[in-house]
């Protein structure tokens, strides 16, 4: 897959060093908890080795990247189309920015545009969708700048902190995001 480079990040492949950045991130409560239940529990060593060694021999059905830093490569995070149903053109995305530090900074607005940019003019996709917790507003307000839509909500469907919260489920058409390219880049 090629480098898709940014104004502030650039998206990368991934490479056996970056698995100590992603220890990092899969046990922090305060980037995990706006993640799947996949890391409800402690992230054992083993699962993360084999989701990095699954993404650099091209296993996984996640196809992605890491977003980087443009100048020194490093690991910010990743941003990936986890299932991607070719004969209806319809991919999933995952994104997670790794530290509470670089939140707010515009890093994943930048890496879902390129992320965007690339599914639907070079995979030739024709809609992307994702979820969202509704309290993960930060995330919500990205998804629907980068022209996302909310397209239902399922509530009460996780339960997290001793409540139930929605998931919102939200969506972007090809035709859509054509006509916001210049707004969003």
Not at 68 to 78: K, S
Not at 92 to 117: F, H, P, Q, T
Not at 142 to 171: H, P, S
Request: glycine share 10%; proline share 3%; hydrophobic share 40%.
């Amino acid at each position: 897959m090629p480098r898709l480079y940014g104004y502030r990040i650039m998206l990368r492949e991934y490479r056996a060093d970056d698995l100590e950045p992603m220890r990092r991130w899969v046990n922090d409560p305060d980037i995990a908890c706006h993640l799947s239940d996949i890391f409800l529990y402690p992230h054992p060593l083993q699962a993360s080795e084999q989701f990095l060694e699954d993404m650099l021999g091209g296993q996984s059905e996640s196809r992605g990247f890491v977003i980087a830093d443009p100048v020194t490569e490093a690991y910010l995070g990743q941003a990936n189309l986890d299932r991607i149903d070719w004969k209806n053109r319809v991919g999933s995305i995952g994104i997670v920015i790794a530290s509470s530090d670089n939140l707010g900074k515009g890093y994943g607005k930048e890496a879902l545009g390129l992320l965007i940019r690339f599914a639907f003019l070079e995979l030739n996709l024709n809609r992307l969708e994702l979820e969202v917790y509704d309290y993960n507003e930060r995330a919500r307000r990205c998804y629907l700048a980068c022209g996302f839509r909310e397209e239902g909500r399922l509530r009460e469907k996780q339960y997290k902190n001793g409540r139930y919260v929605d998931v919102i489920v939200m969506g972007l058409l090809r035709s859509e995001w054509l006509g916001t390219v210049d707004r969003i880049g």
